[in-house]
C-alpha cells in the first residue's frame, strides 16, 4: 500500500511539473505571437502571471477608438490532472480573451457565443437573469446569438463575418453599452495567424460595434 501511495504521490508531482512547463512556455509563446498586434491598440502594456493558467496584459494607454483593454491568455489547468479532465469535459480550452472600453459606447446589447465551449456558458449564467431571445445555434458555425432586438442580429453576423476571416475560433463575441463595451473570446490562435491581423479586424470590429 505504502508503495503505491508513493508511485501515485511521485506520478501527480510529475503531472504537475510537466503541466507547468508546457502552460509556461504555451504563455510565452502567445506573449511573443502578441507582440505583432498589441502595437496596434495601444502602445504600453504591462503583463503579469496568474499562477500557471493566465497572463492578463493591460494597455491603459491604448487608441482610438480604445480606451482601455486587456488581453488575457486563459490556458487550461494541465498541472493538475482532475481539473484538467473536469475543465476538458466542460468545453475549456487555451483561449485568447480581449476586453475593451470604448471611448463611444455601442447602442446596441448582443453576445454571440459556442454553446459547447466555456466562454459561451459562462456568458450564459452571466445573463441568466435577463430576458434574450436567442437564434441558434447557425449551420455552418455552431453559434448562438442572443440579442434584445432583431436588429442587433444583422449586425452580430456582420461582426462575426470579420472575426471569422481571420481564421480564428469564435467562442464569444460581446458587445454593450456598458463596460466592457465588447469582449471576445477565440481558440488561442495558431502561430500560422498572424496577430496583426486578428488585432486589425477587432479594431475594425469595434469600430463597427461603437458607430451606431
Known amino acids: ?91 475549456r480550452r487555451d483561449t485568447l480573451i480581449v476586453r475593451t472600453s470604448l471611448r463611444r459606447a455601442p447602442a446596441e446589447r448582443f453576445e454571440v457565443i459556442d454553446p459547447s465551449s466555456w466562454s459561451g456558458r459562462d456568458a450564459r449564467r452571466a445573463s441568466g437573469g435577463e430576458r434574450w431571445s ?13 440579442y434584445k432586438y432583431e436588429r442587433s442580429v444583422q449586425q452580430a453576423d456582420a461582426l462575426v463575418s470579420i472575426v471569422a476571416a481571420t481564421g480564428v475560433s469564435l467562442r464569444r463575441l460581446s458587445v454593450s453599452p456598458a463596460a466592457p463595451h465588447l469582449e471576445l473570446h477565440v481558440d488561442l490562435p495558431p502561430a500560422t495567424i498572424p496577430a496583426a491581423a486578428v488585432f486589425t479586424a477587432l479594431r475594425t470590429v469595434v469600430e463597427r460595434a461603437s458607430a451606431t
Open 134 to 146: 436567442v437564434r441558434g445555434p447557425a449551420a455552418g458555425n455552431g453559434l448562438s446569438t442572443l
Open 1 to 91: 500500500m505504502t508503495g503505491a501511495l508513493i508511485v501515485l504521490a511521485v506520478t501527480i508531482m510529475a503531472w504537475f511539473a510537466v503541466g507547468s512547463v508546457v502552460n509556461v512556455r504555451k504563455g510565452h509563446a502567445a506573449m511573443r505571437w502578441l507582440q505583432d498586434g498589441l502595437p496596434s491598440i495601444g502602445e504600453r502594456t504591462t503583463v503579469r502571471w496568474l499562477g500557471t493558467t493566465s497572463v492578463v496584459m493591460l494597455v491603459a494607454r491604448a487608441k482610438a477608438p480604445f480606451e482601455q483593454v486587456t488581453v488575457v491568455v486563459f490556458l487550461e489547468p494541465r498541472d493538475s490532472p482532475w481539473l484538467w479532465w473536469l475543465s476538458r469535459r466542460r468545453g
